[in-house]
C-alpha cells in the first residue's frame, strides 16, 4: 500500500492543533514553535508530492485515495490532485508556513489562536484534494468556523461586524450550493457524489439541469472569489482580520472560488458553463474595472490591496469563461501568483502597522530615508502587483488575456484600462508614502527585522523565478488544463 501523502498533507496540521490544546497556555514560545513546526512538515509532505508528481499524466488523478466512508449514501472518502490542484496545494501550505511565522505577532490568547489557524490550514487543504462532493463540502464548511473566530476575536476594532458578515455570506453561499450537489446525487444514476462519476455521467444531465445547479454552484463560489456583487464582505474582512490571517484570506480561500469553478462547475455541468459563459466574461471586466477604480479611492492600504484583489480575480474570470487553453493557464497561474504577490503586500502592511499602529495611507511621507530595506521590498511587491514585465503579475495576466481575446475581443480591449489604473494607484500610493519630506513623527520608525524578512523574501524569490521562467508553473498545469479545454470545446 503506497504512503497516503495526501491523507498525510492534510491532517498533519490537525494533529498540530491537537498538540497545541494539550500545552499549557502560559508556553506562548513552545506553543508557536508547534504551529510552525507542523505547518512546515505539511510544507514538505506537499513538496514530496510535487517531487514525484507527474504532469503528462492527463484524465487520471495522482496519489489517489478511495475508501468507504458512508456506504449506505455511497459517500467515500475520495482524494486525489492533478495539475489544476498541485500549484494550489503548493501554495496554500507554503502560505501556511510563512503566515504561521507572521502569527508572532499575536500576544494575547496564543494557543486558542494556533489552534483555530492549524484547524483552518487543514480546511483549506481539504478543498484542494477532495474528490467526493460531501467531503468537498465538509471541509469547505470546516473552514469558515476557525476563520469566523480568527477574525472575531483577534481583528480590529470592528471584527465582530466583519466575521459576522464574512460568515453569513459564505454560509449564504455554502447553503445554496449544497442544493447543488443534492440536486446532482439524486440525479446521477446510481446516486453518486464522486466527482470523477459525475463528470462520466454529466452527458445524461438535462441543459436546462445543468444551467440552474451552475447557477447554484456559481453562487457558492462567486462570494469566495469574490464576483461583483457579492464581493462587500471581502474589504471588511481583510481590514479587520490580523495579518496571518489576512494573508490566507486573500492567498488561499479567494482562489477555491475559480478553483471550484474549473473543478466541479466545468466538467461536470459543462452544458451549464458554456450557457454562462458570457456573463462569467462580463463579471470578470466588471471586477478588473470596478475593483481598480475602488482601489483607487482608498485611503486605507488594506482596504486598497483588498480591492486590488477583486480586480485581480477578475482577471481569473475572464480568462476561465473563454475555455481555451491559454485561458485556462492564465486563470489558474493568476490565483497562485496573485496569491504569492499580495500574500507578500498584506505580510508588509502588517509589519508597518504593527510598528505605526495605523494604516492610513496619508499618515506617511518620506518613509524611503527612514526604512529603506523595507521601501524597496514593499515597491518590488507592489511593482509585480501591477504586472511590471519580469515579474510573477505580469505573465498569469497576459495569458488571461491573450487566452480570452479570440472569444472575447471587446471584453478584453475594456479590461485593459483597469491595468492602468492599476499601475496608477499603485505608483501613486508609492509616491504618498515612501517619497517626500519625512514626517517628525516617523523619526525612530524601525526597519523590517529578521523575522519578517524570513516571512516575505522567499515570496519575493518565488515573484522573480516565475516572473522569469513562468514554465515552472505551466509545465505543471498545462496538460490538465489542455485536457479541460479539450473536453470543454467538445460538448460546446
Not at 154 to 167: L, M
Not at 464 to 492: C, D, H, Q, W
Request: glycine share 8%; aromatic share 14%; net charge neutral.
Amino acid at each position: 500500500m503506497a504512503f497516503p501523502i495526501l491523507t498525510a498533507t492534510v491532517f498533519t496540521p490537525v494533529v498540530g492543533m491537537l498538540v497545541v490544546l494539550l500545552l499549557p497556555e502560559r508556553w506562548v514560545t513552545g506553543i508557536r514553535a508547534v504551529g510552525v513546526a507542523f505547518t512546515a512538515v505539511t510544507l514538505g509532505f506537499s513538496a514530496w508530492a510535487l517531487a514525484v508528481f507527474d504532469p503528462s499524466i492527463t484524465g487520471a488523478m495522482q496519489f489517489e485515495e478511495l475508501h468507504r466512508w458512508i456506504p449506505s449514501v455511497n459517500i467515500f472518502y475520495h482524494l486525489g490532485v492533478d495539475g489544476l490542484s498541485m500549484p494550489l496545494l503548493i501554495l496554500t501550505t507554503l502560505l501556511s508556513l510563512l503566515a504561521a511565522i507572521a502569527s508572532f505577532s499575536i500576544k494575547e490568547r496564543v494557543k486558542e489562536y494556533y489552534a483555530l489557524y492549524l484547524l483552518l490550514v487543514a480546511g483549506m487543504l481539504g478543498v484542494f484534494v477532495s474528490l467526493d462532493l460531501f467531503l468537498f463540502y465538509v471541509f469547505w464548511e470546516v473552514m469558515l468556523v476557525p476563520m469566523y473566530f480568527l477574525i472575531g476575536m483577534w481583528g480590529g476594532e470592528r471584527r465582530e461586524y466583519a466575521a459576522i458578515k464574512f460568515f453569513l455570506y459564505t454560509l449564504l453561499g455554502s447553503v445554496i450550493m449544497l442544493l447543488g450537489i443534492l440536486a446532482l446525487y439524486f440525479t446521477a444514476q446510481p446516486h453518486t457524489f464522486d466527482m470523477l462519476e459525475l463528470m462520466r455521467q454529466q452527458g445524461t444531465f438535462l441543459r436546462t439541469f445543468q444551467i440552474v445547479v451552475f447557477l447554484a454552484f456559481f453562487v457558492g463560489f462567486a462570494i469566495k472569489v469574490p464576483v461583483f456583487p457579492f464581493h462587500t464582505w471581502l474589504p471588511d474582512a481583510h481590514v479587520e482580520a490580523p495579518t496571518a490571517i489576512s494573508v490566507l484570506l486573500a492567498g488561499v480561500l479567494l482562489k477555491m472560488g475559480g478553483y471550484g469553478l474549473l473543478r466541479v462547475s466545468f466538467p461536470i455541468l459543462p452544458q451549464g458553463a458554456h450557457w454562462f459563459a458570457w456573463p462569467l466574461a462580463i463579471l470578470g471586466v466588471i471586477n478588473i474595472v470596478y475593483g481598480s477604480l475602488v482601489a483607487m479611492a482608498q485611503k486605507d492600504l488594506k482596504k486598497l490591496i483588498a480591492y486590488s484583489s477583486v480586480a485581480h480575480m477578475g482577471f481569473v474570470l475572464l480568462g476561465a469563461a473563454a475555455m481555451t487553453p491559454t485561458g485556462l493557464n492564465g486563470a489558474v497561474m493568476q490565483m497562485v501568483c496573485h496569491g504569492i504577490i499580495t500574500g507578500a503586500l498584506f505580510l508588509l502592511v502588517g509589519v508597518l502597522y504593527d510598528r505605526a499602529h495605523v494604516r492610513e495611507i496619508d499618515a506617511f511621507s518620506g518613509l524611503a530615508v527612514r526604512v529603506p530595506v523595507y521601501f524597496g521590498i514593499m515597491s518590488f511587491t507592489m511593482f509585480a502587483s501591477l504586472g511590471l514585465p519580469g515579474l510573477a503579475g505580469f505573465v498569469p495576466e497576459f495569458l488571461s488575456l491573450a487566452g480570452a481575446f479570440p472569444v472575447f475581443p471587446v471584453l478584453v480591449i475594456i479590461s485593459g484600462v483597469g491595468i492602468v489604473i492599476t499601475a496608477a494607484y499603485f505608483l501613486w500610493t508609492i509616491r504618498r508614502m515612501f517619497l517626500g519630506k519625512l514626517m517628525p513623527r516617523w523619526e525612530n520608525l524601525p526597519d523590517i527585522n529578521f523575522r519578517e524578512l524570513v516571512t516575505v523574501v522567499p515570496l519575493m524569490v518565488l515573484m522573480v523565478l516565475i516572473g522569469v521562467y513562468p514554465s515552472i508553473i505551466i509545465k505543471l498545469m498545462n496538460p490538465a488544463l489542455t485536457e479541460l479545454s479539450r473536453f470543454m470545446t467538445a460538448l460546446k
